[in-house]
């Protein structure tokens, strides 16, 4: 071959772990990371019978840019009003090789978020009492299983493969987690007891069915793309949770990404150097059920630097996508009520600037080096 496959699978190997583990974490749209997620954790390219890639995965996020559509209002931040969302988000992965091209996966989310506003608290200023106030919510978020199957042998294709897959969110996390209000009642006097944002709950109270479409492309020596498609179809049309002000139930929206990157293979062992762009949203209507319930639809597009990592087995990777361009689009909701009323209607959402996501995954078992041989089998002793 005019380059060397298990040079180049074993570096984007992290890459697509990091893809498939962090997506969906944008903010006051309700994509939250731990609570969604493709069935293809791990690449496993170069994942044979019996062997596994276990991993941690960390994302850190800092919403409270406010948009309607793809308008900015910068005025939410210039007077102080708005909405801040932290967001910390650790899954814990295991991938298992189940043949040289079937794989299943499994993940176990841990999500911890605090959001201050001034809305919720008494009301924004002027006419509110301008008081910001934390509230919190933490623990298990949503857990998902899956498989997935490549479709060339990786033995004998070495130029490219794709893989599809398939799995379920299970309803794990908590949806209907409470906190302290601030300036309730119609006094303004009283301190209450409710659910929190939606945006900050640890789960979407629905069951959802996953679909990606994942591969990589090797170009030569030093360059491969990779690309990573998912759809999350949650067939719960709203969980029965009121919002604060009761006027409507949350729904269990479905979820999107889209990724393409190409990852250049550096002269330094181990080492590869990312660059690509992503999309990742919430629809306004679902592909299946209904699509009643309160939800902040919308979607961001983000160009992603990255390095990643790999040595003795191990696969380290950092990406930072920075939003380019966020859309706040109008919700179910607001399409009737611009339907009915003639006047056009849509809400606000805050978006984050970037993400930090880090990952760190180990892959072990089987019979790592039955099927390399010659060069093949030298790069990997002299990389470790």
């Known amino acids: 071959m005019y380059f060397n496959y298990f040079k180049v699978s074993l570096l984007t190997l992290g890459l697509i772990f990091c893809f498939s583990t962090e997506i969906l974490a944008q903010g006051c749209v309700a994509i939250r990371g731990g609570s969604s997620c493709s069935t293809g954790f791990g690449n496993v390219f170069n994942l044979s019978k019996g062997e596994v890639l276990a991993g ?72 509110g009492l301008g008081e910001r106030h934390y509230t919190t919510a933490y623990g298990l978020a949503d857990i998902r299983v899956g498989a997935g199957y490549w479709l060339f042998d990786p033995i004998e294709n070495h130029s490219y493969n794709y893989a599809v897959g398939l799995g379920f969110k299970l309803p794990t996390g908590k949806h209907d987690y409470t906190d302290t209000f601030y300036n309730q009642g119609p006094d303004r006097d009283e301190t209450r007891e409710a659910v929190v944002d939606q945006s900050i709950q640890p789960g979407d109270g629905g069951f959802g069915i996953t679909v990606d479409f994942q591969g990589n492309h090797f170009v030569s020596d030093h360059f491969v793309m990779s690309t990573f498609l998912y759809y999350m179809l949650n067939v719960t049309e709203t969980n029965g949770v009121l919002t604060r002000n009761g006027n409507s139930e949350f729904s269990s929206p479905d979820q999107f990404a889209a990724l393409l990157g190409v990852t250049y293979i550096s002269n330094l062992k181990g080492l590869g150097i990312y660059f690509g762009g992503r999309l990742e949203g919430v629809p306004s209507s679902d592909l299946i059920g209904g699509s009643e319930g309160y939800r902040r639809p919308g979607y961001a597009v983000s160009l992603e630097p990255g390095l990643n990592f790999a040595k003795n087995n191990f696969i380290f990777n950092l990406t930072v996508p920075i939003a380019i361009y966020r859309n706040r689009i109008q919700s179910y909701a607001d399409k009737l009520i611009t339907q009915q009323t003639g006047e056009f209607r849509i809400g606000d959402a805050a978006f984050a600037d970037y993400l930090i996501n880090f990952s760190v995954a180990y892959k072990f078992g089987g019979n790592q080096q039955k099927e390399i041989e010659g060069s093949e089998l030298e790069f990997i002793n002299d990389s470790n």
Do not use: C, W
């Open 56 to 127: 941690i995965n960390y994302r850190h996020f800092k919403s409270f840019r406010h948009f309607r559509g793809d308008h900015e209002e910068p005025h939410r931040v210039e007077q102080g009003t708005e909405v801040i969302n932290y967001s910390n988000l650790l899954d814990f992965n295991v991938t298992y090789g189940i043949t040289n091209r079937l794989y299943a996966t499994a993940t176990l989310p841990f999500v911890h978020f605090d959001r201050s506003s001034m809305y919720e608290h008494g009301g924004n200023p002027p006419n």
